[in-house]
């Protein structure tokens, strides 16, 4: 009887410490991208080395958005010795944890990578006026708060553009006879709408008469989930289909390879993760937005509440010039369609093409 | 909108492929739950299969090998559930949320230790599982769409339906499995070791569980990503329950699953709101397994007022 309590006690308490272990494994996990130096000290601003912090609503590695930023960090940590470190969870409820903790450990820079840290900025900025914030990708207002935004809108109108110029090519093999061209965001946020509405008009500038399939997948790391939705706009007709998913879209990239159809990169250049498959990819100079906050503050030009635009003008949001698909598919790459984009492109940064913003989200 | 489009024959074969994981999970749990024991270790025991898969796969260019090193370790992570459960007596739950917790740590901690990236890795040196081609049904749409390029795992998977059914049903060991799952004292005084019956299901388990897991990373898309099973083991788990634990009818409540996801995702490209669509396969799961508990309550009902359990299961002790 008794060395059944024990076992019992040493049963309950495997259990447990498997369970603190796992949950301490599943949360935060703070990677130092620097050469590990203490960070304990709580020395605020004042020291040689400016310290910047990077939160992520995400993980690193989606060959995307949170790579791209991470690029940024990474060359101005070569250029200007700073020390980056970056924070990295796919759970919502370590966002603000984490942003906060970094606030509160005297770091000179936290930047909120993503849309994501809008509520949590706006909460929790005003009680640090010597910490210097910005944001990626969406607009708060404050004192120590610089914004960057992107333009996305202007680059997908590009995208949408080259699809529907590229779903008429009845020659190049993938290519079926219907005018259908596809689009696979993550969640259901404003900034993917924000896409889709460029997208659509884009396409509908060069065919009226296209239609363009839309869903949302509902998480960011859902491959398997993006994997089905472009298979299932497939067999509705699509040829092309777009990827806004970051993770998720790894799946949407992989379905184009199967099947022998085509996709569209978004955030980073993904034209090379399935040489042939990729039409182009909608680059959101992210690393450039990091980079630049990251200067302002080592070169002491840091200016609160700004907001910086990057868009197609200043080279902040392009496509890619698809070279790859162009070896890929030899002397059968339409070259109209690079002449095209030229084209449009110019029209936008001169303003003759006004390409919309989705209804209600701050342009 | 054209409903024909969306409820066309290539809707047979996307319901296969989509319902073909969550039937993997279901017989891993189904085969447990016949000896009494709930394994919600099973998304955690995809999870970490997927991943050896993955990593294996990558590093030798087998996927036989790639799908052995993933039954390896499910049957690993079924025996710590086991051993905790059966020897230690830790309630099978907490276990199981345990595993769950683990996979998605060691995973992610693994991806960058053995594979040098985070959050997703993808690369052309991982072999798949390879697709049954049949270069017959290649001119005629129909058999095209509908039963060329399936993936071996999603042939076997069904195969396997119908090899636990006998095996339940069919064999001595099936009745004495279940006599152990309805009544273990009664399974114990007819002569039948009741721990070592449920250390066998739990092996069966982990290696059907292992396979859930490779047919995700290698057979359904040649990648791994952080916490890619989604929830898609536990969706097996209630599969499970909708069949009572018969793996046909559990296979049934996976077409389910896989239909009406494949049909949402239709539906979302002619504009339906995104939110609704992907509430449907949550929406389809508590449906299941509302319906499921209220038939076994009565089931349960009328084998109490007709019989006493103890006589069946003697009945299945003397076989």
Redesign the interface.
Known sequence: MKKQTRKKWLATFLAFSLLIGTTMGCSSKPSTASSGTGQNSAATGSGKKVRVALCYSGVLGDKSFNDSAHAGAVKAEKDFGVEVKELQSTQSSDWESNFVSMADAGYDLVIGVSSQFEDIMKKHCPQYPNVKFAILDDQVSGKNIMSYKFAQNEGSFLAGAAAAMFTTKTDIKGINSQKVIGWVGGMDVPVLHDFLVGYEQGAKYIAPDIKILHAFAGSFSDPVKGKELTNAQYDEGADVVMNVASGTGTGVLEAAKERGAFAIGVDSNQDNIYPGSILTSEVKHVDVGTYNVIKNVVKGTFKGDSVNMLDVNNGGIQLTDMSVIKKALGDKFPSDITTKIEDLTSQIKSGKIKVNHYQGFTG | MNFG??F?Y?LIY?TI??ST?ILFAALAATITQQADILNIGTEGIMLISAFVAVCVSYYSGSWLLAILAAMVIGVLMAMIMAV?NL?????IC??G??IN??A???T??G?KQFLG??????DPKIVGVPKIHIPAFDNIPFLNKTFNNWSFMEVFGIVLVFILYHILYRTVWGLRLRSVGRFPMAAETAGINVTKMKYEVMIISGIIGGLAGAH?SLG????F????T?G?GFMGVAAMYFGGMNPVIAWIGCLLFGFT??VG??L????WP??FV?MLPYIITILVVSISLWRHTASEKKLKSSVIPAKKVKKGGIV
Do not use: H
């Open positions: 489009k969306i066309d290539t996307s492929r989509y994981p905790a020897k230690c007596k830790a309630d907490a276990i949320m345990a917790m683990f998605l740590a060691v992610k901690f991806i990236t985070t959050g997703t890795f993808t995700l359904y898309t040649q990648m990503t952080e916490n890619m989604n898609r996801d494949t995702n239709r979302q490209g002619y504009g995104s939110q992907l």
